[in-house]
């Protein structure tokens, strides 16, 4: 699928696809330009950045990441920039899911070109490509920095992979929380300077990640109020009595783990028809069990 032959569209703030949590920043763009297909505004973005001369094995953290979360239906978006960026958009790739690409220059040309065969494949699974700049507007250094406010203000989270000093993953960290969003930050070895940024967002409030586990665990409430199509939804599980899908159903709702004293509480069902219909739903997978209690 070559760039050029494709159409460029342009979405105005009064147009129902412009994206949703984009309006809601400080100084939106008036209109975005964009290069494929966005998806549906209420699947929920999450954005992955961090540095050009990223390690290989932040690469791989990256990668990963990206591709788990997209294994959940989740979409990805990042700045097609080497490093960080690309190993995102990839993991996507892998997971057959769909991402999004935001330039900080027009849609006539990639940047980075070396990206050029990513890019459109990325369009091939169906992702986008969008800017807030004409086709031929070309790229500045300005402009990097305001691009940052597009692909946090289109996410619910960003999550930052190895911020050395002086990165432009910083500021998008810093606009993300300026914007309401969750910012979550990859720790590293202490003495690399891939991660004194990264080190810094932590101490300044920023949320420590290990795992795609604990980046759904946090964004649960979140996640509660938009379309999430993974497997554990009430229309699609085969449920073998009616208390088992009235404890997924309040598990479900409560969006956070919850403990066997408040699915009592909530459901009113005796304490072992509760235990006997747990153990069912978390032998099938439906359910699964923490520290903090039961969660989907």
């Known amino acids: 699928m070559k760039l050029k032959k494709l159409e460029i569209k342009t979405i105005s703030q009064e147009n129902p696809k412009f994206p949703s949590l984009l309006k809601e920043i400080p100084n939106p763009a008036s209109r975005i330009y964009v290069l494929g ?22 690469r791989l953290i990256a990668k990963e ?22 190993a995102a958009h990839e993991g996507a790739l892998e997971a057959k899911g ?63 992979i190895e911020a050395p000093k002086r990165s432009g993953s910083l500021a998008t960290a810093r606009l993300a929380a300026e914007q309401g969003r969750e910012v979550f930050v990859v720790p590293g070895p202490i003495n690399h300077p891939n991660y004194y940024g990264s080190h810094k967002l932590i101490r300044d409030g920023a949320r420590l990640v290990a795992s795609v586990d604990d980046i759904l665990e946090d964004l649960q409430l979140q996640i509660s109020n938009f379309q999430l199509p993974i497997s554990n939804t009430i229309s699609n599980l085969k449920f073998q009595t009616d208390e088992e899908k009235i404890i ?26 509760i235990n006997q219909a747990i153990a069912i739903l978390i032998i099938n997978g439906f359910i699964k069990e923490s520290e903090k209690g039961y969660t989907i």
Request: with cysteine; net charge positive; glycine share 10%.
């Open 98 to 160: 769909k991402t999004i690409v935001v330039l900080a220059n027009g849609l006539g040309k990639i940047y980075p070109a070396r990206n050029q065969n990513l890019g459109e494949k990325i369009l091939e699974f169906g992702g986008a490509i969008i800017s807030e700049y004409g086709s031929e507007v070309p790229y500045f250094k300005g402009q990097f920095l305001k691009r940052n406010r597009i692909i946090s203000g289109l996410c619910q989270a960003v999550i930052i």
């Open 37 to 58: 297909e966005l998806p549906d505004d209420k699947k929920i973005k999450i954005a992955i950045v961090g540095t050009r001369k990223a390690t290989t094995e932040g």
């Open 65 to 86: 990441m990206a591709k788990k979360l997209a294994e959940q239906g989740l979409i990805i978006v990042s700045g097609l920039a080497m490093g960080i960026d690309s």
């Open 248 to 273: 997924f159903k309040t598990i479900q709702e409560a969006g956070k783990p919850i403990n066997i004293d408040k699915i009592i509480e909530l459901t009113k069902l005796e304490p072992q028809v």
